[in-house]
């Protein structure tokens, strides 16, 4: 992906940086060095989550807002990496949440939207894998400026919707304090730069909820309790059908899948995975 200019991350991202920094170096560096020469396109570096609560400031990021928390995490990485020769684009996966963290499926509610949580469940289907736009980038046709949108997946593509450099031109000179703003319509003129977006491989799960005696023994593996779970990066292909699992991620909000008009406001849950643990399950049913 293209690298964000650094001069436009907060002092809070800063800080996040150099805490990430800090734990790679003091508590990873060996595990790094031993990847010197790892030639794979991405790899899942797995970060446990007690190893990074000793630190309280990454561990409340982490718990506020997980996505930001990890993505900074993997530009750190990806710098460690460069600097071992691991010629290969990281993704941090942190395993093994502590105890608060665990739910289970049937009290998932909407109100619970964008909260770190893991479940335990039997992989029930995994579908083809699929990638989507996540950052599209664009060309100012006037200028020449180029900018890059985010996108969420499953959402309609978003563009510009003005030139910053271009606005600021037009109005330069002009007295803008009486200009009517509703009689104002500045127009996106923008290109797509079809190479220059970034697309992310993609995977659905779906989930079923399963409880467990201490022993392993599966007592019950529920399809009542269903739920969509999407994996990425490294994880593509990884899990297969069938499996149980512990799957760490973050609670999202998705349209129904079968909305047949643009603006329904219907929504189902699923799961951004950050990270997967195989479960030592005994099913003797
Ligand atoms: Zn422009």
């Not at 003091?26 to 060095?33: Q, W």
């Not at 900074?72 to 990496?81: A, H, P, R, S």
């Not at 093994?96 to 665990?102: C, I, P």
């Not at 023994?217 to 149980?244: N, P, R, W, Y």
């Amino acid at each position: 992906m293209p690298a964000e200019d650094p001069i436009d991350l907060g002092e809070k991202d800063q800080n996040l940086l150099a805490a990430w920094r800090i734990l790679f170096e003091n508590e990873y560096s060996a595990e790094i060095k031993d990847l010197e020469g790892l030639e794979m396109n991405v790899f899942g570096f797995e970060v446990q989550h007690d190893v990074m609560a000793k630190d309280k400031f990454l561990k409340t990021e982490f718990h506020l807002n997980p996505a930001r928390t990890l993505s900074m995490g993997d530009k750190v990485l990806k710098e460690q990496f460069d600097q071992n020769g691991v010629l290969t684009r990281p993704v941090v996966r942190v395993v093994n949440l502590s105890e608060n963290y665990h739910r289970t499926m049937d009290e998932l509610r909407m109100r619970d939207r964008d909260r770190l949580l893991s479940v335990d469940v039997k992989i029930a289907h995994v579908s083809h894998p699929y990638g989507w736009l996540k950052s599209a980038s664009y060309k100012c046709r006037d200028c020449g400026t180029s900018t890059e949108v985010k996108q969420r997946r499953a959402r309609e593509r978003e563009s510009p919707s003005v030139c910053r450099i271009c606005l600021q031109k037009s109005l330069d000179g002009i007295d803008t304090k009486d200009i009517p703003i509703a009689h104002f319509y500045p127009r996106p003129n923008f290109r797509m730069l079809i190479d220059e977006c970034y697309y992310e491989d993609v995977q659905d799960v779906s989930m079923r909820q399963i409880s467990y005696n201490k022993d392993h023994h599966l007592i019950q593996c529920s399809a009542k309790f269903e739920l969509i779970g999407t994996l990425s990066d490294d994880l593509v292909g990884d899990v297969e059908s069938s499996s149980f699992m512990r799957v760490n991620g973050i609670l999202r909000v998705q349209p129904i899948p079968t909305r047949n008009f643009a603006k329904d406001t219907r929504r189902l849950l699923s799961i951004d995975v950050i990270s997967v643990e195989p479960l030592p399950i005994i099913d003797t049913k």
